[in-house]
């Protein structure tokens, strides 16, 4: 049984039960958004993030999913990546090309990963730079309302400090208002050297999903959703808010455990 509720702001919190229920939740929603995508604009561009998600959207790979979805449409980036090479225990893109896309019939050359040669500065300016050829050619939209790139799905977890991408609590980099990609070199969680979308990025995207599961994360959901606590306002969970686009929490009972009435039935 799933739990689901949206507040004022369009802002929609789903709750399971069983994690089955949320991971075949999570892979209908991406398989609706592709199809609406590829049907508006012939693509599907899409920014996944690292860490517990993957496994999450584990489903994808099976049934009906795996012959259903359009794969040869979609555009593949990273939310955040960390700065080590791509066969790194630590690659964000080691973690998705094993877990989802190798098992999927992706198209190589949509799948736009960090260049891992350089610096972590470099290798945000260049990402950056292959984000602005792709809105050139608007195999990634534009917003209508800065001229910041607006991908189809951004895809985000968070970690139990309320963190989303390498968007860390407290950090300078929260106020980064004119980069589109950013770098840091003293992560708090290992490694340190990280590039992540900057806010006005994950804020410009049509659709952002954050999904979170567990227990330990329970706290840092309560401040970000019930609005509460002193580190609410500068939670960069709680940052999240899509200036056009949709926002959807996919949560697990645990992780949803200290929010404000919801409760299932023992
Ligand atoms: O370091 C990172 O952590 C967050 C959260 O990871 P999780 O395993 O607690 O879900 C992740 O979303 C981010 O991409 C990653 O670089």
Known sequence: MALSGANKDGREVRIYEYLDELNTDLADYIAELSE?????????????????????????????????????KWYIFWVDERVVAKNHADSNYKLAKDGLLSKVPIVPSHVHSINDTVSAEKAAEDYEFVIRQLVRTRVISVSDISDCPKFDLILLGMGPDGHVASLFPNHSILDEKEEWVTFLTDSPKPPPERIT?????????????????????????????????????TLPAKMVQPTKGNLVWFLDKAAASKLDGAKFSE
Do not use: Q
């Open 36 to 72: 609406a995508s590829v049907k508006e604009r012939g693509v599907f561009a899409i920014a996944l993030s690292g860490g517990s998600l993957i496994s999450l959207m584990g489903k994808l790979c099976e049934a009906p999913y795996s012959k259903t979805v359009d794969w040869a």
């Open 197 to 233: 979308f900057t806010l006005p990025v994950i804020n410009s995207a049509s659709n952002v999903a954050i999904v979170v599961t567990g227990s330990s994360k329970a706290e840092a959901v309560h401040s970000a959703i019930d609005e509460v606590g002193p580190d609410c306002p």
